[in-house]
């Protein structure tokens, strides 16, 4: 009897290492699989904006992902989103990600979110208000994705230190014929001041090789007074070069975020060189900064002010345009996976016949994997 249990424990050790392979295999082979629901109605239309006035169908996503091996792992993400009474599909994402270099070297390549910023390598569904800032959404499409290839480095320091490096096609920026349109490059430092507080800054440059006279003057036939290229996933306004800095500062009692958290945010973006025709003072500029505090686990409350001046191409010359926006919070969170937000906004503006005030209510639902939001 003892032999005959010796020799199932012996068959069971060496059957064991299969076992495991073959279950790791099944997961790989069963991708997680996430969807978000974005929904809201607005009361008017604003200025440069890409949500339409009435009820509409926000950022829905469709997101798989999966490690492929012990070296690569991909995602693939789809968005459905209303605009001008018509439903679009949209692939935002489809890259593969190596995950096993060496010197914490990391390399994505296929269509991806540009880390260039703060907010723009985050999903909008991460956002704390309904939609990006006015300067975001003029000189970046709200966010900037695109076809190419990055090369992240994350340094060996005490505190957090990463640089990296890409390159696009360009085609969502500007129209043109280079096949390497757009290089960027930023790099990103942050750590803890204390148990409670956290900080991160960074800087980013893009250098957009595609815009030419010729990218601007298709906006001649256009209306100027309104508010040109209002598709979410192009950028209205562009310069040869696009600078942009960040600042980012976080508390929460104890480090325990779940309970409570200030965090407040802002960032600058300057783009020059717009075509052949611009001087030093053709330039696009703007800014924000927002305040947004979780007073209870499941509500919260911010307000965020931006202003954005902008240069709108006439053939030879330019007509100037100015923005300011304040927006005004609350928002409820059932859970990691529900959030109902209120929003109020208000508009100033010099050059946009849509700017004006208005009301939301948006909600934002997932369900399946659901990963952990960056800093």
């Not at 032999?3 to 076992?19: D, K």
């Not at 907010?119 to 956002?127: A, I, P």
């Not at 320091?157 to 640089?163: A, K």
């Amino acid at each position: 009897m003892t032999h005959r249990y010796i020799g199932a424990s012996a068959l069971a050790l060496a059957l064991f290492p299969l076992a495991t392979i073959q279950a790791n295999q099944a997961n790989e082979l069963n991708p997680d699989v996430s969807v978000i629901l974005d929904g809201y109605y607005k009361q008017n239309q604003t200025a440069l904006s890409h949500r339409d006035q009435g009820f509409g169908l926000g950022h829905t996503e469709l997101s798989l992902s999966s490690p492929i091996d012990d070296l690569f792992e991909g995602r693939l993400t789809a968005v459905l989103e209303d605009h001008e009474g018509e439903t679009e599909l949209e692939l935002e994402e489809a890259f593969l990600q190596t995950t096993g270099m060496p010197y914490n070297l990391s390399v994505r390549g296929g269509r991806f979110l540009s880390q260039v910023g703060y907010l723009n390598s985050r999903h909008l569904h991460e956002d704390d208000f309904v939609e990006r800032p006015a300067v975001y959404r003029a000189l970046l499409g709200s966010h900037y994705f695109d076809d190419g290839l990055r090369l992240n480095l994350l340094l060996p320091t005490p505190f957090y230190w990463q640089i990296g490096a890409e390159a696009f096609d360009g085609g969502r920026l500007s129209e043109g014929d280079e096949d390497i349109g757009v290089y960027t490059v930023n790099t990103r430092v942050g750590g803890d001041l204390s148990r409670s507080q956290s900080w991160q800054a960074g800087f980013s440059y893009l250098n957009n090789r595609q815009t030419h006279s010729e990218a601007h003057e298709e906006h001649d036939d256009h209306d100027h007074e309104g508010d040109h290229c209002g598709h979410s996933h192009g950028a209205g306004y562009t310069g040869e070069n696009l600078y942009i800095t960040d600042l980012v500062w976080k508390w929460a009692p104890g480090g325990n975020n779940r309970q409570q958290q200030l965090t407040l945010s802002g960032e600058y973006l300057y783009a020059d060189n717009l075509n052949e025709h611009a001087t030093s003072n053709d330039v696009h500029e703007g800014w924000y900064a927002s305040a947004v505090y979780q007073f209870a686990p499941q509500w919260s409350t911010g307000a965020r002010y931006g202003q954005v001046e902008l240069q709108d191409a006439h053939g030879d010359h330019f007509h100037h345009q100015e923005l300011k926006e304040t927006d005004v919070m609350l928002a409820w969170s059932r859970s990691h996976f529900s959030t109902v937000r209120l929003q109020y906004t208000h508009q100033e503006a010099e050059g946009f016949e849509q700017a004006d005030n208005t009301v939301m209510l948006q909600y934002v639902m997932s369900f399946g994997a659901h990963g952990a939001h960056g800093f």
